[in-house]
């Protein structure tokens, strides 16, 4: 064989070499995918000192690939993880967490939003109804409120001016149902105006008053024993404002309302007092999504 014919034939060997290579990607190979990569959709930014923090489960213990914060669009500064040969091959879930920014614990919180199985490839979906996470993906929250104002003295010419949920045909009863939330978050309600969002108070049961009572606008007499509240002193029409009920992380990172908006009433009517106005469920707009894979 002449020396021309025999360069061809090697290279013709080497490109049949590399196009029937098989050689599959492990941690052994240099060449294998080990980096864990996440697409995080519907975050928002965090209040000042709090942080988002990814965790692989690796048999069974938890692993942070890191602490990152979210852009105005909702883009993390943080997208991906290189794990170890060990990791790789222990993977089980992903889990998203808010944390202190500062003196956190290095283990995870009990705010966990977003949370995830992985497969034998290292990929799947995150989120909020995963058990790890809030376990509820919220679609079945419903409710309403009703306009009256306990507190006050000039029932019922003020009913416009508080805001409870409660059902009065109830004796009176809860007029929310809503899904036990795990340790880490509670719900809260709130009216919006032109100003921005009010709180009416923070709870965990849709039955028991929340956090602050009638509220500190209230008037000189008692509250009923359920989420909501008064707005006497001084005066505020309700009539025509936004309702809300969202879940929050506990502690709140921020005393703005948290992304998860499960129910929601875009116009307070005027249908005098003790009516019950109905929330729309709102969570599939709300809930952040994500999906982890490997490559």
Request: charged letters at 20%.
């Amino acid at each position: 064989m002449t020396g021309s014919k025999m360069t061809a034939v090697m290279l013709l060997g080497l490109v049949a070499a590399c196009e029937g290579d098989t050689t599959p990607d492990t941690p052994d190979n240099p060449d294998a995918a080990n980096t864990l990569r996440w697409d995080l959709q519907g975050l928002e930014t965090l209040g000042a000192g709090y942080v988002y923090e990814g965790w692989v489960v690796v048999d069974g213990a938890p692993v942070s690939t890191g602490r990152f914060g979210v852009a105005a669009d909702g883009t993390p500064d943080l997208d991906s993880f290189e794990l170890s040969e060990d990791q790789l091959a222990g993977l089980e879930a992903f889990v998203l967490s808010i944390e202190p920014e500062t003196g956190d614990d290095p283990a995870p919180s009990d705010v966990k939003l977003l949370g995830g199985d992985l497969d034998d490839t290292g990929a799947g979906d995150l989120s909020v109804a995963h058990g790890a996470a809030l376990g509820d993906d919220l679609t079945s929250a419903m409710g309403g409120y009703i306009l009256e104002t306990p507190s006050s003295n000039k029932i019922p010419e003020d009913y416009n001016q508080g805001l409870w949920f409660l059902d009065p045909a109830g004796g009176p009863g809860p007029a929310l149902t809503l899904p036990t939330l795990p340790s880490g978050w509670v719900y809260e309600g709130w009216v919006v105006d032109a100003d921005g969002p009010i709180s009416t108070g923070r709870f965990t049961s849709a039955e028991g008053a929340d956090s602050d009572g009638g509220g500190p606008e209230a008037g000189p007499d008692g509250t009923p024993p359920f989420p909501g509240q008064d707005y006497i002193q001084p005066a505020m029409d309700l009539v025509g404002l936004t309702v809300v009920i969202s879940v929050e992380p506990q502690p709140d990172d921020s005393p703005a309302p948290f992304v998860l908006k499960p129910l929601v009433d875009g116009e307070v009517e005027d249908v005098g007092g003790g009516v019950v106005q109905d929330l729309a469920n709102n969570a599939d707009a709300t809930n952040p999504t994500g999906s982890v894979w490997i490559e």
